[in-house]
C-alpha cells in the first residue's frame, strides 16, 4: 500500500512541474517582447556639438602656445620675402623691449620705387620713408593712427602682420580657425602649422596658410597669399625701444601705386 501511494505521487510530480514551468515562460516571452519594443540607447552627444579631433585640437593647442611666446619674443631679425613672381626683399623686423615695433619694408611704396618703415610706438602707428639710393631724400614720418588702429589696405604692406596683431588672432581659441601641423616649409626650423579660415567672412582675421616657429616662439617662416617670408639668419637682441626714422610731418602717407606721368607723389614734407 505505501508503494501505490508513493507512484502516484511521484506520476503527479510532472504536471505541478509543467503548471510552474509554463507562467514562467510566458512571462520571460512577455517581458522580451517589452523589452524588444524599446529604442536602443543613444550614446550622449558631447556638449557643443560635434567632438574635435584630439590630434586637430592638440594643433591648435601647440601653436596658440608658439604664438603666445612669439608675442613675448623680443628681436630684430631679417626675412627674405619671395613672392609668386620669384622676386625677393629683406624685411627687418624689430620688436622692442617695451612692446614698440618696427618693420622696414624696401622697394614697397610709389611702384617699388619708395622704402618705408611702419612703426608701432606708445604715441601712435607711423609711416616713415626711407632714404635709399633711388630717393636720396631725407627720412620722414607720418601718423596714421593709434597704435592699435587698422591700416587702409592702399597703405599696408602686409609683411608686420605675422609679427603684430596676426598673433592676437592665434592666440584666441575663439577665432574660426581650423589648425593641423604642416610639412616644414623649404628653408624652415621648428614646426610648421596649416592655418584655414572656418569663417565666410569676406575679412578673415588673418591670412590663411602656413606658420612656422621655433620652441622659443621665434617666427622662422610664413607663407601666406603674400608670399614666402623666411627667416634670414639668428636674431640679435632687441633695443630698448624703437625710434622713427625721421621726424613726424603733417604730409600725407605714401601708398603702393605709383603716380601717373604728370603726377607728384604724395610722400611726406620732410620739413618739420
Request: include cysteine.
Amino acid at each position: 500500500m505505501p508503494t501505490g501511494v508513493h507512484l502516484r505521487a511521484a506520476r503527479r510530480r510532472p504536471t505541478v512541474l509543467l503548471a510552474l514551468t509554463v507562467p514562467l515562460l510566458l512571462a520571460g516571452a512577455s517581458l522580451a517582447g517589452c523589452a524588444s519594443e524599446e529604442p536602443p540607447t543613444e550614446p550622449p552627444e558631447p556638449a557643443g556639438g560635434s567632438p574635435t579631433p584630439a590630434r586637430a585640437d592638440g594643433a591648435r593647442d601647440d601653436l596658440a602656445a608658439l604664438a603666445a611666446a612669439a608675442q613675448d619674443r623680443h628681436l630684430t631679425a631679417q626675412y627674405t620675402l619671395t613672392t609668386d613672381d620669384g622676386s625677393t626683399r629683406t624685411i627687418t623686423v624689430t620688436n622692442a623691449n617695451d612692446g614698440s615695433w618696427r618693420v622696414d619694408v624696401p622697394g614697397w611704396a610709389l611702384g617699388g620705387t619708395v622704402d618705408v618703415s611702419l612703426v608701432s610706438t606708445a604715441e601712435g602707428l607711423f609711416q616713415c620713408t626711407l632714404p635709399s639710393a633711388t630717393r636720396p631724400e631725407p627720412a620722414g614720418c607720418v601718423r596714421l593712427g593709434d597704435p592699435d588702429d587698422t591700416i587702409p589696405r592702399r597703405l599696408d604692406p602686409r609683411v608686420q602682420h605675422p609679427f603684430t596683431d596676426w598673433l592676437d588672432v592665434l592666440t584666441d581659441r575663439q577665432a574660426p580657425l581650423a589648425v593641423s601641423v604642416s610639412r616644414p616649409l623649404p628653408g624652415a626650423t621648428g614646426t610648421c602649422y596649416s592655418v584655414e579660415s572656418t569663417s565666410a567672412s569676406l575679412n578673415p582675421p588673418l591670412d590663411v596658410g602656413i606658420y612656422c616657429y621655433e620652441a622659443d616662439g621665434t617666427p622662422t617662416a610664413v607663407r601666406t597669399a603674400l608670399g614666402t617670408l623666411r627667416l634670414a639668419g639668428p636674431p640679435t637682441a632687441a633695443p630698448a625701444t624703437v625710434q622713427l626714422t625721421g621726424p613726424v610731418t603733417e604730409g600725407e602717407p605714401v601708398d603702393i601705386t605709383a603716380p601717373a606721368p604728370g603726377e607728384s607723389s604724395t610722400e611726406p614734407d620732410p620739413t618739420p
